[in-house]
């Protein structure tokens, strides 16, 4: 791809500029889970459409990267995130030097770091000590509510020319962290969850369904996800005449964003006298099981988020308390909290409007102007030529006891370079690379039955 410049003025001028309008604007996603992996990958389609207003969307060619890790996701979760634009069989998974190799050697316009805070910090390093003579734009934020460790990810991610905040709110407690340690907050920008969308709620005669979302990480204990459990079913039982459905992220030895030990799967088994006909467990699209959704419960899912843009009713549980631990605190003032009594008897929570328009939940359940600000702002930087180099917060001079580790972990050093032995040789042959993959799997299989199986057995063992 020839590259990036500004346009002079004049008719020759304008031609190039309409040429790069309607060229494929190139992005690289980079993603370290399965719902990571549908935020940036919706993210870089949202970017390159055309304000909402009827014009021709830009073309987006994305190359899909997925930072090998605990979390990476298996063939069947990708399949289950949805359309995203990308076909899920050419998504490759990759280490954060090969990522960044892959940077230096594709001529990106843009790159989209869906990750981990710690990993984004690593990242944004890395792609600053390949010094490229035209680098892409560097966007990041985050997947969803964001309710616990404010100050330490957004700091992990400042440096990006564009940290998304997905609504009013978050935009501007993202603008007084930066600003209150003294870092550029230009970059900034409100927009919105870019998986919002689908059709509107219809109430439909013959049909009842109430969904619990469930989460891998809340509640964390065993009592307390049982407890939820034995209330979902107690439910089912009251309303014979209701389906009932309990969604679940991941099947039992799959990770997602969050480390699951207690799958629902597991405590589902135990449950006495089993389970009622009109309870079912199910996995898939959430934008699927939201079609046919008439009441979506949950402790603090982001799904919450999906079902109030469709104007599908939603209930957040106080049953386990409101509590910063849990994340429904993040819900004071919508006027969803409610518990399982209230909802067994028949209830159904009124959103509150002004709290709506205040997360970046459409009232008419439509994206309107969310994207613009971010699209201008891509495209201010893509025409500005030659962009300044990365600069993070963190520096090996501003946080010399924090920052190491976080590049370590990735296997760069404290200026972003590879540490050495990082890079190694790409081995030639289908049976030497399918003994690779063989092994990795294994290993990486390994790891997740030590945390679901044996991690919370010594724990008990340790609080005899």
Known sequence: MP????????????????????????????????????????????????PETGAAERPVEISGLLLRGRATPTPRQLAEVGDVGVD?????????????????????DVVVLALVGGAVQAMLHGLAALDLPRRPVVVTGYVGVVYEKLADGLLLRHGADVVLANSRHDAER???????????????????LPFLGGQPHEALEGRDTVVFAAQPSVPESRAD??????????????????????????????????????????LAERI?????????????HMGEVLDRTDLLVTVSSTAALESLHRRIPTAILSDLGVREALGNHHFIGSGLITSWDHLD?????????????????????????AYDTARARVAALLAAGPLPALAPY???ATAPGYLPGILARHHLGHDGHPLPGAVTPKE????????????????????????????????????L
Request: contains cysteine; hydrophobic residues 35%; proline residues 6%.
């Open 3 to 50: 590259p990036r410049t500004s346009s002079p003025a004049g008719s020759e001028g304008r031609a190039d500029t309409a040429a790069a309008d309607c060229a494929p604007l190139r992005t690289a996603v980079l993603a370290d889970s399965d719902t990571r992996w549908k935020w940036g990958a919706l993210t870089a389609r949202r970017l390159a459409g055309a």
């Open 88 to 108: 899920a069989a050419r998504v490759r998974e990759v280490t954060a030097v090969e990522f960044l190799h892959t940077v230096r050697d594709g001529a990106y």
């Open 174 to 192: 993202f603008r007084a962290v930066y600003e209150g340690v003294g870092a550029d907050a230009s970059s900034v920008t409100e927009a919105a």
């Open 225 to 266: 996800r049982t407890y939820l459990l034995r209330r979902l079913v107690e439910h089912a039982r009251l309303h014979p005449g209701r389906e009932v459905l309990l969604k679940l992220r991941s099947k039992p030895g799959e990770h997602t964003t969050h480390i699951e030990e207690l799958p629902y799967q597991r």
């Open 272 to 284: 006495p006298g089993g389970l009622p006909p009109n309870f079912r467990l199910v996995y898939g």
């Open 345 to 369: 008897g028949g209830r159904r929570p009124e959103p509150d409007e002004e709290w709506l328009a205040g997360q970046g939940v459409a009232a008419d359940g439509t994206y309107g102007t």
């Open 394 to 396: 963190y520096t090996p």
């Open 428 to 463: 030639t042959g289908r049976v030497r690379g399918a003994v690779r993959d063989t092994v990795r799997n294994a290993a990486r299989g390994a790891y997740r039955h030590g945390v679901q199986r044996v991690a919370p057995v010594i724990r008990r063992m340790g609080e």
